[in-house]
C-alpha cells in the first residue's frame, strides 16, 4: 500500500510530487495523456507568445504617431510556427524533470477507483493510504457542433496546432480565453468575431469598470453582445453561423469557430460514485472549500480538476499542501490560503486583486472606493496608452486596502505590487507612505488611494 498515490501530472499534480518524494519514497503518481502542463502546451505560455506578436504588432502599427514609419508584413505560417517553437521549449523543460523520476513511481494510463482505498490502472490495482487528485480540466462545447464541423470547430486545446492563422474566426464566449486570443487574432489581421451571451466581458466585477471595459474593447473587436448562434453549418465556403441580432435574421461565413465558453473537470474519468454512490453528481461534490478534502475520506482534490480559480499558481500551491494534509490526516491545514490575484492579458489588461468590489458588496462591507483615470496620467499619455481605469477598495474603519479592480495598460505589475501590500494588511495611510517615482504608471494608484483618503476623512 502506498502512502500517497496522486492522479494526474499537471501543475497541480507534479507540484505535490515534488513535495511527496521529500517525505516519502512510498509514493505513485498516474497520468493519462501527455506529461506535460495545460499552462505549458495549451494555456498560459503558448497564449502569452501569440499575444505578445500581436501586440508588438499593434505597437508598431502606431508609430507614425511619433513620426516613425514602418513598412510590415504578416507570415501566417510563421507566427504560430514562431509561438509553437516557444511551447515546444516551455514543455521540454516540463518534460525534462518528469523523465528524472524514477519509473517505479509513474504510471501511464486511466486511473479509475474500485473504491475509497483501491484504484485501477492498465487492468492492475493499486491501494493507497491517500489520495490527491489532480485530474484537471478540459474545453467545453456542445457535442452537436463538433459533430457538425470537424476540425472547424476548436478550442484553445486545438488552436496552436493549426499550420497558419486563418483568415477569420468566430469566437463564442467573452471570458478569460476567449477575450485574450480574440484580441490577439485580431491584432493579427484575422477577421475575428465575439459572440458573447451577456454584455460582461472578461473578469472585472465593477460596473463602472465592466462599462469602461465594453466601451474599450469594443472600439476595437467586433463584438455580438447577448448575441449566440442559433445554427451553425460547414459548407464548401466555410463555417455559416446563423444568429439574430436586433431582432433580425443575419448570418456569418468564418473559417473556423472557437469555442471558449469555459472548461468542465476530468473528474468524471475516475469513477468517483465506486467510492460513494453521492459522488454521482460532480457538481455537488462536498469537496471543503479550503482543506480540499472530498467529505471524510482521505481524498483530496486540487487545481483544475474542482475550482472556480483556475490558476496555476493556486493549483501548484493546493498540490503541495495537500501532500501535507495527506500525511498529517489528524491536523489538516487549509489549502486554499493564497491572496486572490488573477489577471487578464487582454489590452488594456484586467486584474482583480483581493475581494472585489461583488464581493464586497455581497458581503455588505463598509468600504469607499478609491478611483483614477487612467485617461490623462502623466506616464500613460507618454507610452500612448493613456486609456482605462483602476479602483481601490478601502475599508471604512480600519482603513486597510481590501481589494482592487484594474483596467490598464501594464496592470499586471500594479496587482502584485497590490496584492503583496494586501497580504501585510497593510493600510491606505501606510501605502501612501511609499516612494512613488516619477514619472510612472504607479502614480496612478497613489492618485487613487488620495481620493479613497479623502472620502475616509470625511466621514471619519
Known amino acids: 500500500m502506498y502512502d ?15 513535495e511527496a518524494i521529500k517525505h516519502t519514497s512510498n509514493i505513485l503518481i498516474i497520468n493519462h495523456g501527455p506529461w506535460d502542463t495545460t499552462c505549458a502546451r495549451v494555456g498560459c505560455m ?23 514609419s514602418a513598412h510590415l508584413e504578416i507570415d501566417a505560417t510563421q507566427v504560430l510556427s514562431h509561438v509553437r517553437k516557444l511551447r515546444d521549449k516551455f514543455t521540454t523543460a516540463t518534460l525534462k524533470e518528469v523523465n528524472s ?19 485501477a490502472v492498465n487492468h492492475k490495482r493499486y491501494q493507497a493510504r491517500s489520495f490527491i487528485l489532480a485530474v484537471g480540466s478540459t ?88 448575441v449566440l448562434p442559433t445554427q451553425i453549418q460547414n ?11 436586433n431582432d433580425e435574421d ?18 468524471d474519468s475516475l469513477k468517483l460514485e465506486n467510492i460513494d454512490s453521492q459522488f454521482s453528481e460532480l457538481k455537488n461534490l462536498p469537496v471543503h472549500p479550503k482543506t480540499k478534502q472530498l467529505g471524510e475520506y482521505p481524498i483530496f482534490i486540487v487545481g483544475d480538476a474542482h475550482t472556480t480559480t483556475p490558476i496555476q499558481h493556486e493549483a501548484a500551491h493546493e498540490g503541495r499542501r495537500a501532500v501535507l494534509n495527506c500525511l498529517n490526516l489528524e491536523q489538516k491545514q487549509n489549502i486554499r490560503n493564497l491572496p486572490p490575484i488573477g489577471i487578464v492579458f487582454c489590452e488594456p489588461e484586467m486584474a482583480i486583486v483581493g475581494q472585489s468590489y ?30 482605462g481605469a483602476l479602483e481601490v477598495y478601502v475599508h471604512a474603519e480600519t482603513r486597510k486596502v481590501l481589494g482592487a479592480e484594474l483596467l490598464i495598460t501594464s496592470a499586471e505589475h500594479i496587482a502584485h505590487l497590490l496584492c503583496w501590500m494586501i497580504s501585510e494588511d497593510c493600510t491606505l495611510d501606510q501605502l501612501l507612505e511609499k516612494p512613488f517615482y516619477h514619472p510612472t504608471l504607479e502614480e496612478g494608484l497613489r492618485t487613487a488611494l488620495k481620493h479613497a483618503r479623502r472620502q475616509l476623512n470625511a466621514i471619519q
Do not use: C
Open 4 to 18: 500517497i498515490i496522486i492522479i494526474g501530472a499537471g501543475t497541480a499534480g507534479q507540484a505535490a510530487y515534488k
Open 46 to 68: 503558448p497564449s502569452k507568445v501569440l499575444i505578445s506578436a500581436a501586440n508588438q504588432l499593434h505597437d508598431a502599427e502606431s508609430l507614425e504617431k511619433v513620426g516613425i
Open 101 to 119: 523520476w524514477e519509473d517505479r513511481h509513474k504510471i501511464s494510463g486511466q486511473a479509475y477507483f474500485i473504491d475509497a482505498s483501491t484504484i
Open 139 to 226: 474545453p467545453s462545447f456542445d457535442p452537436q457542433w463538433k459533430q457538425e464541423l470537424g476540425n472547424k470547430l476548436i478550442t484553445s486545446d486545438e488552436f496552436f496546432d493549426l499550420d497558419q492563422l486563418p483568415q477569420s474566426v468566430a469566437v463564442v464566449g467573452s471570458g478569460v480565453i476567449a477575450l485574450e486570443l480574440a484580441q490577439a487574432l485580431h491584432r493579427l489581421k484575422v477577421k475575428t468575431t465575439i459572440f458573447a451571451r451577456s454584455r460582461k466581458v472578461g473578469t472585472l466585477t465593477s460596473p463602472v469598470l465592466q462599462k469602461l471595459a465594453q466601451d474599450l474593447l469594443s472600439q476595437e473587436i467586433e463584438f455580438k453582445f447577448e
Open 235 to 245: 459548407t464548401d465556403v466555410g463555417v455559416k453561423i446563423n444568429f439574430q441580432e
Open 250 to 267: 443575419q448570418s456569418l461565413i468564418v473559417d473556423y469557430v472557437m469555442v471558449a465558453t469555459g472548461r468542465r473537470t476530468l473528474l
Open 358 to 387: 461583488k464581493q464586497l458588496k455581497s458581503q455588505n462591507v463598509s468600504f469607499v472606493t478609491g478611483y483614477v483615470s487612467y485617461e490623462r496620467q502623466g506616464r500613460a499619455q507618454v507610452l500612448g496608452k493613456n486609456y
